[in-house]
């Protein structure tokens, strides 16, 4: 999957360091071990004697002295073993039995078990983003529709939901780019959210930012007179972007170039990207340039959000509770 290599690289270095961690304690546990039952260092000791043998053995072809020598290898080893029982110490295995706490496998390609720590890694920066817990299709409340003076609100929210629940059920590389418009308050956010924790938790690699800290991050990258671009890299990489509240940024030369950038680099390499923006498409025009609304309208799945705004419904509500329960006492 995409992630980015910043977040494959720190998994692959906290799966090793997990593995050396474990590795250091059971040596210790042996060192400790030796020390109460001296056999068991004569036991290892042995064993490693042998093994130079039985190379040898298999190299001249002495096939009886080879079995001997195996023979006396695995006598070697049940006393080991028994030993390490009697003193409660079990033998040593790796968490990930592919790659033996390594994060590469045989072939030198990066072991599941570290995509698996870069999802979860990549999960946890998204949270620190925004309260992802607090995002969810389940919890997207459709009944707030049912109270605006758009008699169509409920319908086309409702249609907006589905839609956005079958997106990222059915997410791949070559899923459509969304472009979500409205008002503020009509959830854009939400179900922006709601399709990212859903995409991630299928092992895609997802990042999310506002526009402004897309940009500002961007920015000090970009005048930081380095060569390497890791964040951008990120930015046009990854399996899926999300760009929130486009339009709230301080509009800059710089800040309208990248923008185009973003979204024609991602449309080039057949990314999808979800944007949702408070703008219409004439001040997104107006704001950008007829090149963006132009990869909008040809190349972007556009829904439309309507209503009232959510947030001040549910602090109308939250109010109302208040007095109703004040009134009460």
């Not at 092992?203 to 060569?227: D, K, M, R, T, W």
């Given at each position: 999957?995409?992630?980015?290599?910043?977040?494959?690289?720190?998994?692959?270095?906290?799966?090793?360091?997990?593995?050396?961690?474990?590795?250091?304690?059971?040596?210790?546990?042996?060192?400790q071990?030796?020390a109460?039952?001296?056999?068991?260092?004569?036991?290892?000791?042995?064993?490693?004697?042998i093994?130079?043998?039985?190379?040898?053995?298999?190299?001249?072809?002495?096939?009886?002295?080879?079995e001997?020598?195996?023979?006396?290898?695995?006598?070697?080893?049940?006393?080991?073993?028994?030993?390490?029982?009697?003193?409660?110490?079990?033998?040593?295995?790796?968490?990930?039995?592919?790659?033996?706490?390594?994060?590469?496998?045989?072939?030198?390609?990066?072991?599941?078990?570290?995509?698996r720590?870069?999802?979860?890694?990549?999960?946890?920066?998204?949270?620190?983003?925004?309260?992802?817990?607090?995002?969810?299709?389940?919890?997207?409340?459709?009944t707030?529709?049912?109270?605006?003076?758009?008699?169509?609100?409920?319908?086309?929210?409702?249609?907006?939901?589905?839609?956005?629940?079958?997106?990222a059920?059915?997410?791949?590389?070559?899923?459509?780019?969304?472009?979500?418009?409205?008002?503020?308050?009509?959830?854009?956010?939400?179900?922006?959210?709601?399709?990212?924790?859903?995409?991630?938790a299928?092992?895609?690699?997802?990042?999310?930012?506002?526009?402004?800290?897309?940009?500002?991050?961007?920015?000090?990258e970009?005048?930081?007179?380095?060569?390497?671009?890791?964040?951008?890299?990120?930015?046009?990489?990854?399996?899926?972007?999300?760009?929130?509240?486009?339009?709230?940024?301080?509009?800059?030369?710089?800040?309208?170039?990248?923008?185009?950038?973003?979204?024609?680099?991602?449309?080039?390499?057949?990314?999808?990207?979800?944007?949702?923006?408070?703008?219409?498409?004439?001040?997104?025009?107006?704001?950008?340039?007829?090149?963006?609304?132009?990869?909008?309208?040809?190349?972007?799945?556009?829904?439309?959000?309507?209503?009232?705004?959510?947030?001040q419904?549910?602090?109308?509500?939250?109010?109302?509770?208040?007095?109703?329960?004040?009134?009460?006492?």
């Amino acid at each position: 999957m995409g992630y980015d290599s910043e977040t494959l690289t720190k998994a692959l270095e906290q799966i090793q360091a997990n593995g050396r961690r474990r590795s250091l304690r059971y040596e210790n546990l042996l060192q400790q071990a030796r020390a109460k039952q001296p056999r068991l260092l004569e036991l290892e000791n042995a064993m490693m004697r042998i093994g130079p043998q039985l190379g040898v053995a298999a190299l001249s072809g002495d096939k009886q002295g080879l079995e001997a020598l195996k023979a006396r290898c695995e006598v070697l080893k049940t006393e080991k073993a028994a030993l390490l029982k009697k003193l409660n110490i079990t033998a040593y295995e790796p968490v990930c039995k592919s790659c033996k706490d390594t994060g590469r496998l045989p072939n030198g390609r990066l072991c599941g078990c570290v995509y698996r720590l870069a999802h979860q890694l990549a999960y946890e920066a998204l949270c620190g983003e925004m309260p992802m817990g607090n995002s969810d299709f389940a919890n997207f409340n459709l009944t707030y529709y049912k109270r605006s003076s758009d008699p169509q609100a409920y319908k086309i929210m409702e249609k907006n939901l589905t839609f956005c629940r079958k997106y990222a059920a059915e997410f791949s590389k070559n899923s459509a780019s969304l472009l979500f418009m409205g008002g503020t308050g009509l959830g854009k956010t939400h179900l922006t959210l709601s399709v990212a924790k859903a995409v991630l938790a299928r092992g895609f690699g997802v990042y999310y930012a506002p526009a402004q800290e897309l940009i500002q991050a961007l920015e000090n990258e970009h005048f930081s007179y380095s060569e390497s671009t890791p964040f951008l890299n990120k930015v046009l990489q990854c399996d899926l972007l999300l760009i929130d509240d486009l339009g709230t940024e301080f509009v800059t030369a710089f800040s309208q170039s990248q923008i185009y950038n973003i979204i024609n680099s991602r449309l080039l390499k057949g990314l999808p990207t979800v944007i949702n923006t408070n703008l219409t498409l004439a001040e997104l025009e107006k704001k950008y340039s007829p090149r963006v609304t132009s990869r909008f309208l040809g190349n972007y799945n556009i829904r439309k959000f309507c209503g009232s705004d959510v947030r001040q419904l549910k602090r109308l509500d939250e109010v109302g509770a208040k007095n109703s329960g004040t009134e009460k006492n």
